[in-house]
């Protein structure tokens, strides 16, 4: 792989040994979906392939914000996080959880929210006609 290459694996710019020229790629190429400008939601540049590898490894799991979701949702997925496998709750107990268990008995009116959530005009419900 070339300079610009082992940038784009690494996260960094590669400085030649003996010439010391710095290789870089400006801008960045961005998968496809990415925003041009900025660095999505939460302001933080994209990281490399094995930077991102080593913050998985070496950090917490991330964290739900407070006061967007339950608490209860909070806790399950926190309990789907758990990096040990050891620790990390199967599906028996995840099955059993308080979230799934609330989530079963809600009716949800998922096509209603997401017409409401992407501003769409939310077509009747079908019915069936006598032939």
């Known amino acids: 792989p070339d300079g610009k290459e082992l940038e784009v694996i ?18 960045r190429p961005r998968p496809p979906g990415r925003p041009v400008s900025g660095h999505g939601m939460d302001s933080r ?11 998985i490894v070496n950090e917490p799991p991330p964290k739900l914000p407070t006061g967007v979701f339950t608490q209860e949702f909070q806790e399950f997925v926190n309990k789907c996080l758990i990096k040990n496998p050891a620790e990390r709750a199967d599906l028996k107990l995840l099955m ?7 989530a079963e008995v809600e009716e949800v009116d998922f096509a209603g929210w997401l017409c409401k959530t992407l501003r769409l005009k939310q077509p009747s419900t079908p019915t069936r006609t006598a032939m």
């Open 45 to 55: 540049p994209a990281m490399a392939i094995f930077e991102l590898l080593d913050y």
């Open 96 to 102: 059993n959880h308080t979230f799934i268990k609330r």
């Open 10 to 27: 690494f996260g960094r710019p590669i400085v030649d040994g003996a010439e010391g020229e710095t290789h870089s790629i400006s801008p």
